[in-house]
C-alpha cells in the first residue's frame, strides 16, 4: 500500500516561495508517477504538476508554468512542489497523489491517481 505525506505549507506574502514534500512509502518512488493537485473553496481540484515514473516527463499547470517546479528526490523517495512569485490565487490545499502504472506522460486528471495524501493548506496572503 502506497502512502504519502504532504508537509511545508504555511502562510506566506505575495511574491513568496515555499517547497513542498510529499514523502512515499510503501513502494519505491522509482516505480510511482507523482502529481500535484490544489484545490480552493468552492472550485473543483485542479492538477498543478506531475512527474512520470517511466520517462521522468513533467507538466505544468498554465497557471503555474515558470514559477513552480516539481522535483524528484528517489534517493529520499520524496517529491518537491517548489512554488516561486506565489500569488494569493495559488492559496489552496495542495494534494499529492500517486499511481504505480506504466506511463511515458503523466496525467492532470486527478481520476488517474490510486493514492492521495491528506492534503496541506497554502495561503498567499499579506
Known amino acids: 500500500q502506497v502512502q504519502l505525506v504532504e508537509s511545508g505549507g504555511g502562510l506566506v506574502q505575495p511574491g513568496g516561495s515555499l517547497r513542498l514534500s510529499c514523502a512515499a512509502s510503501?513502494?519505491?518512488?522509482?516505480?510511482?508517477?507523482i502529481g500535484w493537485f490544489r484545490q480552493a473553496p468552492g472550485k473543483e481540484r485542479e492538477g498543478v504538476s506531475c512527474?512520470?515514473?517511466?520517462?521522468?516527463?513533467?507538466y505544468y499547470g498554465d497557471s503555474v508554468k515558470g514559477r513552480f517546479t516539481i522535483i524528484r528526490d528517489n534517493a529520499k523517495n520524496t517529491v518537491y512542489l517548489q512554488m516561486t512569485s506565489l500569488k494569493s490565487e495559488d492559496t489552496a490545499v495542495y494534494y499529492c497523489a500517486a499511481h504505480r502504472r506504466i506511463s511515458y506522460d503523466c496525467s492532470r486528471d486527478p481520476g488517474s491517481y490510486d493514492y492521495w495524501g491528506q492534503g496541506i493548506q497554502v495561503t498567499v496572503s499579506s
Open positions: 512527474v512520470s515514473s517511466t520517462s521522468g516527463r513533467t
Open positions: 510503501g513502494f519505491t518512488l522509482d516505480y510511482l508517477t
